[in-house]
């Protein structure tokens, strides 16, 4: 017999083993293809031009539309005359809060991160327990908490030192940073090879000059991009402010809706450029994630 003709085994003759047999995975998967950073990838994956599409018909589409008295024409004109209020006065005033919050946020989550990795257990288990305590609660909560147990004025001797609603809301907003970067420093220490301890102490090092001189300056590199996705996840936190009367860009923008005349027609234009405004400003924020990603990954 031919030995091309002859049938294979399981598909065209009988099977000479019951044993199963393992398929070929359809797809791949790389290995060295990072798995974290989602809401980045899921901004940043997205094509511009689409989004710009996209934002385009949401700003243009009620222009069909027409109200018997107020038509959206008029509404955008309205937007016109406020844009440079609610980008100065306000977008601007999100963007401080923001950077004011990361800055408290990261500080003191760095702390609490090499609280996590010390030899000593009363302050690793504190240090994961207030972690996972701020990681795990809501954000408005905690900025409900912090805005009425702060008080609203200090007296220093004869002088009353009023503390505005949005050093509360600074506050408020690093609580939760502070913990997710703890996670992140925690995770990037412990992701350095042991090697590198053993080596240090080959040398004579000691821990803390270990840690300062040799773990953290890698760690730095593997940091930055889940960093600046925080940054970015904040900065479109930051609205949750107006709830609690920080006079923000949303604040702002229902306040200036409320001078014309509440009508129905200007919510639209005002709220979707408001939108534009963060898509602006974290889109980018979100490329170059995705950038230090790549160029950060560790090569295995």
Request: net charge positive; aromatic share 12%; hydrophobic share 50%.
């Amino acid at each position: 017999m031919n030995r091309l003709s002859r049938p294979i085994p399981g598909i065209g003759g009988p099977s000479r083993t019951d044993l199963p047999v393992m398929l070929p995975l359809a797809v791949e998967r790389d290995p060295h293809r990072p798995v974290t950073l989602r809401f980045s990838r899921w901004i940043a994956g997205a094509s511009p031009t689409w989004m710009a599409l996209l934002l385009g018909i949401v700003l243009l589409a009620p222009l069909a539309g027409q109200a018997a008295t107020y038509t959206y024409t008029a509404a955008f004109d309205a937007l016109l005359r406020w844009i440079p209020f609610l980008v100065t006065s306000g977008f601007l005033f999100n963007v401080l809060i923001s950077v004011l919050a990361m800055l408290v946020g990261t500080t003191l989550g760095a702390a609490l991160g090499l609280g996590q990795v010390s030899h000593s257990t009363v302050i690793r288990r504190a240090s994961w327990f207030v972690t996972q305590t701020f990681r795990n609660s809501p954000w408005l909560v905690l900025l409900f908490v912090v805005m009425l147990a702060f008080p609203f004025e200090v007296r220093i001797g004869d002088n009353i030192v009023p503390i505005p609603d949005w050093t509360k809301a600074v506050f408020g907003l690093s609580l939760p940073i502070m913990a997710n970067i703890s996670e992140i420093v925690r995770g990037a220490v412990q992701s350095i090879p042991g090697t590198q301890w053993e080596a240090s102490e080959s040398l004579a090092f000691t821990r803390r000059q270990t840690m300062w001189m040799i773990i953290l300056p890698q760690c730095v590199k593997r940091m930055i991009p889940p960093w600046m996705n925080w940054y970015a996840i904040l900065t479109m936190a930051t609205p949750l402010c107006s709830i609690l009367g920080v006079e923000e860009v949303v604040n702002l923008s229902r306040q200036a809706i409320e001078s014309e005349d509440n009508h129905p027609e200007l919510l639209v234009p005002f709220y979707s450029f408001v939108l534009v405004l963060f898509f602006l400003y974290c889109y980018p924020i979100a490329r170059f994630t995705i950038y230090l990603e790549r160029k950060f990954a560790v090569k295995t």
